[in-house]
Structure formats: structure tokens, C-alpha cells
């Protein structure tokens, strides 16, 4: 036992040797090693201790861990049972943990290992010991990560930024003015030291640390160092061919001349830019110059330079009609057999009519966690393609919605794969209203008669029903279409009016207009009625652009002959056999789906 303890201090004595630049990575994969050889069933706490404290992620987006601290779990997994389990986690640390961190933040030498100890004391003890910890640790993190830059010790700059980022942080929290100048010079410096032009995440930091943070009171000679240094940058890089450095440079120049209510020099900073990009996509691809005109064209938008904006935009849409030509048709078959297809529809239109109508309804429509389920598990068998954004297209190659990556926008992706998901159950859908019709030889009739048995089917629109049905039935989608997508955003209307929603904003002018059909299936009432699946399934057929996006599409003119058809129609139907589940309960204006 008295030799394992010998070999112990050995090897933490060796981990604080600085020979060479190392990362904590490194020094996780030190010490598993040393476990792994010397300990390989039972280590000794101690090393527990240490594997933890060098397995921790900085800067863990807090939404993600929900411990409210600044470290995370390196990662996250299912257990046997299917629960997820974190390493390392919140939940293992305890007093003496922190103790023991704390103890070895002050005897290292290593400033890298200091800078790990005296961090995690920092974040957690308040978490795990009910206790603020003693500002000298915070003290000692700042010193450590200042030697870290200064001397150039570990691998990783991108790493060193975030280091002296957190050390500002805590300085500015305990208004250690001496850390705070001290840090400035050194971010100041570090920068100099590190950047390079075609390598924008090594540049820009002491900006957005220092200039742009209104908790720094910074020296005028800081100050213009910096700036300085940004205008030259983004002069140099004009001369250039990267405009994704040379945008870096120009945001965060607009940034600080637009604070100060600097709109020419702002103006002149975005139009070299501008005249930069625009020249480099002449010689892209219309679908790449696209994408970054539009990018431009939201920077001039943001700044109020509405003109240019304009003049964007109609190059925008003149590139549309030159980017379809580079869309490219993707197709999937299927093979279905006959008999099981029967099978389903026959399930599906058993009983009477008012069951068959409301089991239609009810199956129809996505789930949205058997949605995310879907996408978790193609995000497993085909990571790469969840990790970049993706722009959505009209029919006139113009960009107008964008889903970013997995990580970052989980709901576009959600409305992306309803929308696919939708392409594929169309047909079913379809065989199964083929089997409706007929079996029941259904009319206009019995489905109105079906509909307004709910109470949220205005009487005075039945005409307009009958009407847009009946044309349905009819096989004229032009007509029904036309008819029927604005009687819906009337019949949810009518429930909000009902539950108490207000339908009505103010305008400009002085008077009233209605809300938006989004706006209201966003509302929370409307949600507590139709239920969640259902709002979501309505908002991606109706009104999101990452959609299918018919009601907004056919009431701005933008839908062409060929989008009136068949599986179109057939999913307005059904929204309208959706609508009817909702019933009124016994007491007055309350609802039920």
C-alpha cells in the first residue's frame, strides 16, 4: 500500500513537469494509462479524482447539462436500461473532491494543471459544498492562465482564447482590478502572437473581450490598438480572395462604429465588403453566390442599408431561375405489397362512419417524439449529414428558410423529416380516403354533417364548406384548394375567439388586424386544445416555410397549377377531419380534442 502511494506521487510529481505544449486531453490520457497499468480493477480515489478532473468539457452550453456551472460531461450515454448517463457528472462530486482540488491547485507548478484545479473549485463549490469558495483560488486560476498564454504552453490556442475569456470573467466578478489590466495586455498580446489572416478564430478575441464588453473600462492606447489592428487586417484581407475572413473583420468594425452612432463609416466598412462578395460570386456557382448574397443581403438589412439591400435581393432572385438548373431530382421506391396495403386500409375503415372519419384523423397525424426518436437514430447511421445547415429552396431556386445544424436547431430538423415523413404516408393516405369514399359512397352531405358536430365549425361558412368539399370530391383541387385553406385559418379563429385568445393586433394605422394563423397555433390555449402533434403537424403543412407551407404559399400567389393537386388536397382534408375532433365539454367555452 506504503509503495502504491510512493508510485502515486511519483507520477503527479512527473504530470507537473512542463517539457512540452500539452492540452488537458493529454493529460487525461497520462493518467488513464498510468490506472490502466497499475490499477487496472480497483484505482485508488486520488486517481478517480484526478481522471474527473481532466475529463470535465469547458465552457459546456448550460441548456445542454442544465447544472448551471461552466464545465460539462465530456459526453452522454444510454445505460442498459435505456437511461442516460453522464461522465463525468455533477452528481459524483463531493466536498472532499473539492478539497482535494482545491489542495492541489495550490501545491502544482504545472500552470496548465493549476489552471484545471483551480477552476473546477471555482465552478463547483458553491454547487457541491453549499459554499462560496475563497477568492484566492480565483487568484490563482487568473495567474495560471496568464502563464499559460504569456509563456505559450498548451497545445491548443483556440483553447487558450476561451481560458483567458473565463479568466476576464471571474476578474471582472471579483473586481480584481490589478488581474483585470493585467489580463487586457496579456489578451492584447496573445492575439498579436497568434493570428492569422486566413484563420479567423485565432483573431478578433480582444475585441469581443475587451472593446465590446461594457464591464472593461479600457484604456484609449488599448483600445485603438485593437482597432487599429482590425482595420488593417480587414484592409489586407480586401486584397484577398477569403470574404469569410474579411466578413469577420468587417462585423466586428460595424459593430463598434455603429455603437457609436457612426453610420458613414459603417456604411463605407459594408460596402467594400459588399463589393467584395459580389465580385467573388460572379465566378461561383448561382447556388453558391446565392447563399452568400443572402448573407449580405441580411447584413445590409441589419445595418439600415435598405437600398442596397434591395439591389441584392434583385440579384438574388436573378440568380434563382440560373440555381434550379444545378438542383438535382433525388427518388426512392418502395415495394408495398398488395395484401398488407388491403390490410391497413381495411383497419382503418372498420365501423361506422364517425369512427372511421375520427380514426383517419387521430392516425395521420406525426407524433413529434417518434419524430426526434427517427432523427436521433438517422443522425447515428449518418452523422455528417446533421452537421451542416441547410437552405431550403423555392420552386424559383430562391433561398427562403434555412435549418441549421442538429445540435444547434433541433426543431428545423424536426419540421424537415415531418415534411419528408408526410411525402411518404401521402400515399397512404390517399389509398385510405380511396377506401373510405368507397365503402361509406361518401357525400358532400354526411362529411359536413360530420364536421359541424363540432362547435368550433362556424354555420355561416357552411355554404363555403359545401362548396370547397364538393369541388374536393370532384377531383377540382384549383377550386377546393382556393376554398377550403382559408375556411381553416377561419375555424381556428373561431376556437381562439372561443377560448378566449385575442385574434386581433394593433396596426400601424391606428386600427386593428388579425393575427397570423402561426402566431395562433403557437398560442398556448390553442396547443392545451388541439394538442401538440397537432398544432406542430399544422404549422409544417400550413404556415412554415421549412414546410410544406400551403396556406402561405396559396394565399400569396406563390403556389404555381402544378401544386394543386391530389396530395395536397388530401391533406387539407384531413386537416378539416382533425379540426372536427374537437368537442365541447359540458361547461360552457371549454374544449376537448
Not at 480493477?41 to 456551472?69: C, H, R
Not at 475585441?207 to 484604456?219: G, H, T
Not at 448574397?293 to 442596397?308: S, V
Not at 401521402?426 to 358536430?453: C, G, P, Q
Amino acid at each position: 500500500m506504503a509503495e502504491n502511494t510512493k508510485e502515486i506521487r511519483r507520477f503527479l510529481k512527473e504530470l507537473d513537469i512542463v517539457s512540452e505544449q500539452i492540452s488537458e486531453h493529454n493529460v487525461s490520457e497520462k493518467i488513464r494509462s498510468f490506472i490502466k497499468e497499475n490499477f487496472s480493477k480497483n484505482p485508488p480515489d486520488v486517481l478517480i479524482w484526478e481522471q474527473m478532473a481532466f475529463d470535465f468539457t469547458e465552457n459546456y452550453p448550460d441548456d445542454k447539462s442544465g447544472w448551471g456551472t461552466y464545465f460539462g460531461p465530456m459526453f452522454v450515454f444510454p445505460n442498459e436500461e435505456g437511461k442516460m448517463v453522464e461522465y463525468p457528472s455533477i452528481q459524483k462530486i463531493t466536498p472532499d473532491i473539492i478539497s482535494y482540488w482545491e489542495k492541489r491547485a495550490k501545491e502544482s507548478e504545472n500552470p496548465i494543471l493549476k489552471a484545471r484545479y483551480s477552476n473546477l473549485v471555482w465552478d463547483f463549490s458553491e454547487k457541491v459544498k453549499g459554499e462560496k469558495p475563497h477568492y484566492t483560488i480565483a487568484q490563482v486560476f487568473i495567474d495560471s492562465v496568464v502563464e499559460i498564454a504569456e509563456k505559450d504552453l498548451h497545445k491548443y490556442s483556440v483553447d487558450v482564447i476561451k481560458k483567458l475569456g473565463r479568466a476576464l470573467s471571474i476578474a471582472l466578478s471579483t473586481n480584481d482590478k490589478q488581474r483585470i489590466n493585467k489580463l487586457a495586455d496579456t489578451i492584447i498580446v496573445y492575439e498579436r502572437k497568434i493570428a492569422e489572416d486566413d484563420k479567423p478564430g485565432l483573431w478578433g478575441f480582444s475585441y469581443e473581450l475587451l472593446v465590446k464588453n461594457k464591464k472593461v473600462s479600457l484604456s484609449k492606447d488599448k483600445k485603438h490598438i485593437i482597432l487599429n489592428d482590425l482595420e488593417r487586417r480587414f484592409e489586407r484581407l480586401l486584397k484577398g480572395n477569403d470574404h469569410w475572413a474579411a466578413k469577420r473583420a468587417a462585423v466586428l468594425l460595424v459593430d463598434y462604429y455603429s455603437r457609436l452612432g457612426n453610420k458613414e463609416k459603417t456604411k463605407e466598412i459594408l460596402l467594400k465588403l459588399g463589393k467584395m462578395i459580389q465580385k467573388q460570386a460572379e465566378q461561383a456557382s448561382p447556388l453558391v453566390a446565392s447563399a452568400w448574397l443572402e448573407e449580405l443581403y441580411h447584413l445590409y438589412l441589419q445595418y439600415g442599408m435598405k437600398d442596397e439591400a434591395d439591389r441584392i435581393s434583385n440579384k438574388i432572385r436573378e440568380l434563382g431561375e440560373e440555381a434550379k438548373s444545378e438542383l438535382k431530382e433525388i427518388k426512392a421506391s418502395i415495394e408495398i405489397p398488395k395484401d398488407k396495403l388491403e390490410k391497413y386500409t381495411k383497419w382503418l375503415t372498420d365501423g361506422d362512419l364517425d369512427t372511421v372519419l375520427t380514426k383517419i384523423a387521430v392516425n395521420y397525424i406525426p407524433k413529434k417524439d417518434e419524430v426526434t426518436k427517427q432523427i436521433q437514430d438517422l443522425s447515428k447511421k449518418a452523422p455528417i449529414s446533421f452537421l451542416f445547415t441547410h437552405k431550403i429552396m423555392d420552386a424559383e431556386g430562391r433561398p427562403i428558410a434555412t435549418v441549421g445544424s442538429l445540435e444547434d436547431d433541433i426543431e428545423g430538423h424536426i419540421v424537415l423529416q415531418i415534411s419528408q415523413n408526410m411525402q411518404i404516408s401521402s400515399f397512404f393516405l390517399r389509398e385510405t380516403l380511396n377506401a373510405l369514399i368507397d365503402k361509406f359512397n361518401l357525400t358532400v352531405k354526411e362529411i359536413v354533417n360530420y364536421l359541424y358536430k363540432s362547435p368550433i365549425f362556424d354555420k355561416r361558412r357552411k355554404e363555403l364548406l359545401i362548396r370547397g368539399i364538393e369541388s374536393y370530391l370532384n377531383r377540382d383541387f384549383l377550386v377546393s384548394l382556393h376554398i377550403l385553406i382559408p375556411q381553416i385559418e377561419a375555424i381556428i379563429r373561431n376556437l381562439a375567439e372561443k377560448i378566449g385568445i385575442p385574434i386581433l393586433k394593433s396596426s400601424r394605422s391606428g386600427g386593428f388586424f388579425y393575427r397570423t394563423l402561426d402566431e395562433l397555433l403557437r398560442e398556448e390555449g390553442i396547443i392545451s386544445v388541439l394538442g401538440e402533434d397537432m398544432c406542430l403537424y399544422f404549422r409544417v403543412l400550413l404556415t412554415d416555410p421549412r414546410g410544406w407551407n400551403i396556406r402561405n404559399d396559396v394565399c400569396h400567389g406563390i403556389s404555381g397549377p402544378e401544386n394543386f393537386n391530389q396530395m395536397v388536397a388530401d391533406r387539407i382534408f384531413h386537416v378539416l377531419l382533425c379540426l372536427a375532433l374537437v368537442k365541447e365539454r359540458r361547461k360552457k367555452n371549454d374544449f376537448k380534442h
